[in-house]
């Protein structure tokens, strides 16, 4: 199992801050993302832009590896001024 976090607008538009999901083959954060996706045309939408990913908290590309365990997660990019 992957534990999956959700930040900011994200958690707002999927209704959720956290999720488990199986990790069966998941090889990377961006594949993570496509399952992910699939869930429905609000999941498609909100996670279908520019994102940030972190695992196991530290900010990583999205074609990072990740393993059973890892905790993962996407937030929109920080603005601020």
């Known amino acids: 199992m992957v534990n999956v976090l959700f930040f900011a607008s994200l958690r707002e538009v999927l209704g959720v801050g956290q999720m488990t999901h199986p990790f069966d083959g998941v090889g990377s954060a961006a594949e993570l993302l496509g399952q992910l996706k ?38 929109p990019p920080v603005t601020g001024g």
């Open 38 to 75: 699939t869930q429905g045309a609000d999941w498609e939408q909100a996670l279908g832009g520019q994102l940030l990913c972190s695992v196991n908290q530290e900010i990583v590309p999205l074609d990072t590896a990740i393993s059973d365990g890892d905790e993962v997660a996407f937030f």
